[in-house]
């Protein structure tokens, strides 16, 4: 069975741009979260889908959004771009909503911000 | 605020055990989990625990105890292919919010 693909792999953009990355989780898998990453941290948590809809939002500015699709794909849009948005964007999938049901992560796409 | 403690390197030799500490400090709780992560690729999830106790799986296990606020992650016999980052991250909420600690650098040595 194939994991969790995220598209694309690499990415270099210059600041103010705007950025979309597309994330497709485990087949039967409902919710999605994403994770960004700066080299040197641990991920942190920016959103969660679970049936379309939003269900929960970490620290980020109004800049970061996000949708599910009825085929349960992602897609995070990052608009004006900072140097700081550089980092290794992470996607997360798993099948239901229980507090510990494991979450299965993807590659990640890397933005480079220039 | 919420933190997650965990040492920023840990150095062991092939064949020994080796133990990753964890203290956390959040807002909510339902769970503490383990992820190993090589050279920046996806992290995999090793163990977790919502229970005080010991969760043993093959040569992972993982320890919580609620009331001191720590768990840890112990890895026996290591091999080579274990040197990779590993974090511990708390289950925060039922949306499945996973909050990281900043990632412990496990190098092994022959």
């Known amino acids: 069975d194939a994991g969790v693909t995220q598209s694309p792999t690499h990415l270099i953009k210059t600041r103010g741009q705007q950025v979309t990355l597309r994330c497709s989780p485990i087949?039967?898998?409902?919710?999605v979260s994403w994770y960004q990453q700066v080299l040197g941290q641990g991920p942190q948590f920016i959103f969660q889908?679970?049936?379309?809809?939003?269900?929960g939002r970490g620290n980020f500015p109004d800049r970061f959004s996000a949708r599910q699709f009825p085929n349960y794909s992602s897609e995070l849009n990052v608009n004006a771009l900072l140097l700081g948005d550089s980092a290794l964007y992470l996607c997360?999938?798993?099948?239901?909503?229980?507090?510990?049901?494991?979450?299965?992560f993807g590659p990640g796409t890397r933005l480079t911000v220039l | 605020g919420q933190s997650l403690e965990q040492p920023s390197e840990v150095t062991a030799v092939e064949g020994a055990i080796v133990q990753i500490n964890c203290t956390y400090q959040?807002?909510?709780?339902?769970?503490l989990s383990w992820y190993q992560q090589h050279d920046g690729g996806a992290p995999t999830f090793l163990s977790s625990?919502?229970?005080?106790g010991l969760e043993e799986t093959g040569r992972f296990s993982s320890f919580l105890s609620r009331s001191d606020s720590y768990g840890y992650l112990l890895l026996q016999e290591l091999q080579m292919k274990d040197s990779a980052s590993y974090f511990c991250?708390?289950?925060?909420?039922?949306?499945?919010?996973?909050?990281f600690g900043q990632g412990t650098t496990l190098q092994v040595k022959p």
């Open positions: 997360a999938s798993r099948y239901g909503q229980g507090a510990l049901d494991e979450q299965f």
């Open positions: 087949s039967g898998h409902k919710s």
């Open positions: 889908y679970y049936e379309k809809e939003e269900r």
């Open positions: 959040t807002s909510g709780f339902y769970g």
């Open positions: 625990n919502a229970l005080d």
């Open positions: 991250a708390v289950n925060a909420g039922n949306t499945g919010k996973l909050i």
